[in-house]
């Protein structure tokens, strides 16, 4: 649980709320060219992570303990996030993209083996409460950060001065992006100090076969976990369907800030208080989700929390000035002028919270679906075909929102793809059984 904690302040102030939108609106030459290639380096990292995290999981298995290869990439995470500190406005944005993706890969892949830890330490009947605190946990984790970081390193463009009034800390320059820039190594140093305890207290699996011996092993037990799968219809059919809406998932995680910043205008502060409004939520969410999960199952947490973001996605990208859903619904009001004060914008805040409460249970829950579904000794292979279903096709997504959106001059169109992924996804799911090895009669 401790290890959803360390890692969560990277996809929070990193991916959607404080970095991203920086590289869009500010590093970027123009929106739109940002939304692209923050989409594009999305969608390359998403294809490695698809095509290595199955490869992993089966090596995993034959080699018995999770926690070396989880060490590995918190190098490499760590490492990418201490470079995203020299992505200053004019830099190439290469680079920075590069970095970004390195760590989102490295983080991906230490979610693999974490994840595969679970049907061994957890009892069935308890994976879903688990799955869903911890997730939680992470969403607390990363609302800390984003506090501190809106509190004592984001400054107003027109003040200097952070939402309590102080300088930012260590004298950074937000002129220079310095404040949005030093979420990188800020997570990078979160990460290293609490991911500690999973590493000192956690049981880890016993020693297995030695390295080389695993990998030959190891690929061999994927391409029949590939054949046996295939005979699974119901996990397949669950593999499918997550393939399909956690890459909808991904990319409005990924680019919903990204989108609202642009369209609004929003700073780094307005960003931040977005993203803990967001947050406290979500950690709501979770938690009420453990309680379901346990009650109805995780399919019902999993249909419930499509739906509601399937509607989120809806008013988000029909929302302009003065109305939502298309015009259908008028927004009366004017300008405020101060933070939010749009009509428009309180709007899209009241979306974002059904985004908040919907996007940890979909994927907490979808995780201890899977988890519910195989036995402890087959948990790496599938867990690796698990973060396969999620990624393989994960690259289409943010890579459909990127081409639109060039093609096309409108981050909203591309935005609007977003919903082709989410409603798939749920009408594969709908008639999969539950748990998905469960034999229909």
């Known amino acids: ?257 990204v989108f609202a910043a642009a369209m609004f205008g929003w700073s780094i502060m307005e960003i931040g208080i977005f993203g803990i409004i967001l947050n406290i939520v979500a950690i709501f969410g979770c938690v009420a989700a453990g309680r379901l999960d346990t009650k109805l199952g995780s399919k019902v947490v999993v249909i419930v929390s499509l739906a509601m973001l399937i509607v989120a996605t809806l008013g988000i990208i029909s929302t302009g000035p003065g109305y939502t859903f298309f015009g259908l619904l008028q927004l009366p009001g004017v300008d405020s002028l101060g933070m939010f004060g749009t009509p428009a914008e309180k709007a899209y805040i009241v979306f974002g919270l059904l985004i908040g409460l919907a996007f940890g249970p979909v994927q907490a829950s979808s995780r201890s679906y899977l988890a519910r579904s195989v036995t402890a000794d087959e948990a790496g292979r599938y867990f690796g075909i698990y973060a396969l279903a999620g990624r393989a096709t994960s690259f289409v997504a943010p890579f459909t929102v990127a081409t639109v959106t060039a093609l096309t001059g409108s981050q909203r169109l591309g935005m609007a793809t977003i919903l082709l992924f989410l409603v798939g996804g749920l009408i594969v799911l709908w008639p999969t059984p539950y748990p998905a090895d469960k034999v229909q009669d």
């Open 1 to 257: 649980m401790l290890f959803d904690w360390a890692a969560q302040p990277f996809f929070t102030v990193v991916t959607t709320f404080i970095f991203g939108p920086y590289f869009v609106s500010r590093m970027a030459a123009d929106p739109v060219a940002g939304q692209a290639a923050w989409g594009y380096g999305i969608a390359a990292a998403g294809l490695v992570i698809a095509v290595l995290s199955p490869i992993l999981g089966s090596i995993a298995d034959q080699t018995g303990p999770r926690k070396p290869w989880i060490a590995i990439f918190a190098v490499i995470k760590i490492v990418s996030l201490c470079a995203l500190w020299f992505a200053a406005p004019g830099s190439s944005l290469f680079w920075v993209v590069l970095a970004f993706s390195l760590a989102s890969i490295a983080a991906e892949f230490s979610v693999v083996f974490n994840d595969s830890m679970m049907p061994r330490l957890i009892p069935k009947a308890d994976i879903g409460r688990v799955s869903n605190v911890a997730w939680g946990l992470g969403y607390l984790g990363g609302m800390i950060v984003l506090i501190f970081v809106v509190a004592f390193m984001a400054s107003s463009p027109e003040t200097g001065k952070t939402i309590i009034g102080l300088n930012p800390v260590f004298g950074l320059d937000p002129a220079q992006g310095q404040d949005a820039r030093a979420t990188g190594p800020l997570s990078a140093l979160w990460y290293v100090v609490f991911i500690l305890p999973m590493f000192l207290f956690t049981p880890d699996g016993k020693k297995g076969l030695p390295i080389a011996t695993a990998v030959r092993r190891g690929l061999s037990e994927l391409a029949s976990t590939v054949r046996e799968v295939r005979k699974r219809s119901g996990i397949l059919r669950f593999l499918i369907a997550r393939m399909i809406y956690q890459d909808g998932v991904a990319a409005l995680l990924a680019l919903g800030g």
